[in-house]
């Protein structure tokens, strides 16, 4: 079986070797030169090469402002948010720093913070209690324009809460213990900010650009030795003069409606009197050319701090929105051209920045950052370079817009919360403005031109005007700035803290 197995096998192979087709003889290949391009390889990183696109911008909602007066002229401030059950409850003051007598800086800061320092017959303690009571503890703030305090509450607390804001409003303590405790604590804290080169600059910077006797010319809170003169009858007159049902506003922000603060303020206000009024507009500080530049020696100090500026604008000026876009371009943002020259090109400083601030009266225009001490010379000369780039370089299509969306973009920011749509209220207050102001500031970034922006900054940040403060070792600015010839070297020795 075997055998037959084997022959069969045999057989059938050799069968189908006969019946199998000739194999096909393969095509010839063309030569090299006709060879088909091998496709390119695709780069796997390409895509890098271009960002991705953004999404759509989120709709700009701005929030709604409402005004009424009460009889006796107390202004009522609201912007409605039902979101949650919290309201702000605050009141606004029309005074501010702008108003400190003369050799008396510090006064309003200190009065204002008085306040909470005891009313109604209750102690600070008391007080403070009353308030923690109800889950809260009162902020007092005051600037150049104003002054406001306030506190965020469950909305079922509002009542509770403005009935102590009507005690801490109207009826202070003003009691001689605690004005003594509150004054030994301002200046403690003032000469802790005397050794700081930022708060120099910034007490020497203002009496550069506005002087000694405009309303602008010091810092909110004093120095350590005007603050050493007030007293408390000072704090007294203060009070008297300047707080006021005419001269403040209820400002209620959060889920409440008009009508509800309406009811609320007169139920705690309705019946309080006073004289105080608005007090002036400060008037526009003179622009001369810089005659010197003005040092506060620190010896041995590594960095030098530099600022740069002068008068700009008031709110509601023509220039105001134009002047804000120029600004930004010039040192508003990271990509700007001044901190992209100190910081990223030059490496001389961790970042450098410019901003304007439209105040009741021209605010300042202020350029600043802080340097090595080693390139004090060589880092002024480039503030002065951008400076005098704005004409030599014109600002950009494409600087404009990114400075535009990002002013833009970044109003929503202050109204993030109910305490921010409250400090947003009493700066309309403060300001004098109308309620749909920052509308206004939206439609007015949107359409300064680009021939306006320009015109605008070859205005106000041309270099001849701009006075120079710095705060640093003196030998270094002796070195390498005096060959400058910018102005006279000025020192402006640190004040010293009074003697006890």
Not at 88 to 109: E, T
Request: net charge neutral; with cysteine.
């Amino acid at each position: 079986m075997r055998r037959l197995f084997v022959a069969v096998s045999v057989l059938a192979l050799a069968a189908a070797c006969k019946t199998a087709p000739e194999p096909t003889p393969e095509p010839s290949q063309p030569p090299a030169s006709e060879a088909p391009a091998t496709p390119p390889q695709e780069d796997a990183e390409a895509f890098r090469n271009q960002p991705p696109k953004p999404g759509e911008p989120p709709e700009l909602v701005l929030p709604k402002f409402e005004q009424t007066k009460l009889d006796n002229g107390l202004t009522v401030l609201v912007s409605p948010r039902k979101e949650l059950p919290l309201v702000f409850v605050g009141v606004a003051f029309a005074s501010g720093g702008s108003q400190d007598p003369k050799g008396k800086w510090g006064l309003a800061d200190i009065s204002y913070k008085m306040l909470v320092e005891g009313a109604a017959g209750k102690d600070a303690q008391a007080l403070d209690q009353a308030f923690q009571d109800l889950g809260v503890s009162p902020s007092v703030s005051v600037s150049p324009d104003g002054a406001f305090v306030g506190a965020r509450v469950l909305k079922r607390n509002a009542d509770a809460a403005l009935a102590l804001l009507s005690d801490v409003v109207r009826r202070p303590n003003l009691a001689q213990k605690d004005f003594e405790r509150r004054k030994k604590l301002q200046l403690a804290e003032l000469v802790r900010a005397m050794g700081s080169p930022g708060f120099l600059a910034q007490q020497a910077y203002l009496d550069a650009v506005f002087g000694p006797e405009h309303p602008y010319g010091h810092p909110v809170s004093g120095l350590p030795a005007t603050v050493d003169t007030v007293t408390l009858k000072d704090v007294k007159g203060f009070y008297q003069k300047n707080v006021g049902p005419k001269a403040a506003a209820l400002v209620m922000t959060g889920d409440v409606t008009l009508d509800e603060a309406v009811t609320l303020a007169k139920k705690y206000f309705g019946d309080w009197k006073g004289s105080a009024t608005l007090p002036p507009i400060p008037p526009t500080p003179a622009t001369p050319p810089r005659q010197q530049v003005v040092y506060v020696p620190k010896a041995g100090l590594d960095q030098t701090v530099m600022v740069l500026g002068r008068p700009g604008v008031a709110v509601g000026h023509p220039d105001e929105y134009a002047l804000e876009l120029a600004t930004t371009v010039f040192g508003g943002f990271f990509g700007s051209r001044l901190n992209m020259n100190l910081r990223e090109d030059k490496g001389y400083s961790y970042g450098a920045g410019a901003s304007t601030d439209a105040r009741l009266g021209v605010g300042p225009l202020t350029a600043s950052s802080a340097v090595r001490k080693d390139v004090t010379g060589p880092a002024l000369t480039e503030f002065f370079r951008e400076m005098k780039g704005i004409r030599e370089r014109p600002i950009t299509q494409k600087e404009l817009e990114a400075a535009r969306e990002g002013l833009i973009r970044a109003i929503p920011g202050g109204f993030e919360s109910v305490e921010g749509l409250g400090s947003s209220a009493a700066q309309l207050f403060f300001l004098r403005r109308p309620m749909d102001e920052f509308a206004r500031t939206v439609a007015g970034l949107e359409k300064a031109t680009p021939a306006e922006v320009q015109r605008v900054a070859e205005t106000y940040l041309g270099p001849d005007a701009m006075q120079v403060v710095l705060v640093g070792d003196p030998e270094v600015i002796q070195q390498q700035v005096g060959p400058m010839e910018l102005g006279k070297l000025t020192a402006k020795e640190p004040v010293a803290p009074p003697k006890k």
